[in-house]
């Protein structure tokens, strides 16, 4: 694929921003799609701001079915809002379709083109650097949770087929060890281990849900702290963003990613693993205001599996990363010969953390139960 800026000036004629554009540059700290802030300046008003995104073409073959399920789920999401007396144009993604009135652009490359207004007085955090923040993150998906409670999830296109699809995850590492292309098993053999102790785990969560004890939902699986739009004003998430995953799930994967991600204090990478450590209390922080935000809308199989979305989540990353490295580092980029083996190391730490406060988890959330 060309680089973005090649057919850049293309794209940017086959939409009506409905005022002048004075420029457009490269914006956030995505690695997946390639995005840019366009400015425009209408004439008797301040300077109105767009996001334009190229949307990756290796991770999404079918970019018709990414914009429908967007779209779909936007636009429920607008009504929701509306009708329970909340700012659309805040609090809800909004796709603006080009000229000829379709979902997204195809460029003269083949490139993939949307665009969104832009949300002003809000802030894109990288990390969670306090409990408030990381809170207020949960209260932000909880509430996404609760929007859409009602949404048919099964009508949702898999825009990453088994993405969260656990048995999966492991029928595919078990392959890569024993296939053992590169030689690299033996050094990691304490990881092979680690998973192989581990395979029942892979099952939990989808065999509540075949016996009809999780439902299917529609699920973010993308739930770190910079898909949130936080106001500027009051640091409370008001828009939750990068719906390319939205997909039917279990509630347990978007609390659970979010813990993996936020309920710790070190690096993904970090190589140091007495520093890798489960924050119970930023665990109960997230728990309580994801469950806040959802307003009762969980029923108390979910609220009692929450602990387990926290431990399959990080395992499945763990699995996702050692997979990779015996693979030869094919699907995430590396810095160095063993960064997805330094990965997955910190994952497993995580769970053997969680495992280890177990206890407490099931405390936390069974506070919740009736």
Known sequence: MVPAEQTLQEVLSVFDFGAPVVGAIRYGQGHINDTFVVHTQ????CCRRFILQRMSAAAFKRPDQLMENIINVTEYLGRQIKDKGGDRSREAMEVIRP???QPFYTDSQGGAWRLYPFVEGTVCHQAADTPELFAASGRAFGRFQQLL??????????TIPRFHDTEDRLAKFKAAVQADRLGRAAQCQPEIDFVLARTS?????LDAMRAGKLPLRVTHNDTKLNNVLMDSKTGEGICIIDLDTVMPGLVLYDFGDS?????????????D?????LDVSLFAAYTDAFLEGTGGSLTEA????LPWGAKLM???CGIRFLTDYLEGDHYFHIARETHNLDRCRTQFKLVADMEAHWAELEAIAGKYLK
């Open 42 to 45: 209408p004439e008797d008003h």
């Open 99 to 101: 000229k000829n009135g």
């Open 149 to 158: 409670k009602d949404y048919p999830a099964g009508t949702l296109y898999e």
């Open 201 to 205: 785990d892979c099952s939990v969560a």
């Open 259 to 271: 813990i993996r991600f936020g309920a710790n204090h070190s690096a993904e990478d970090e190589t």
């Open 273 to 277: 693993l007495s520093k890798v450590n």
């Open 302 to 305: 979910e609220i009692a599996y």
């Open 314 to 316: 990080t395992l499945e």
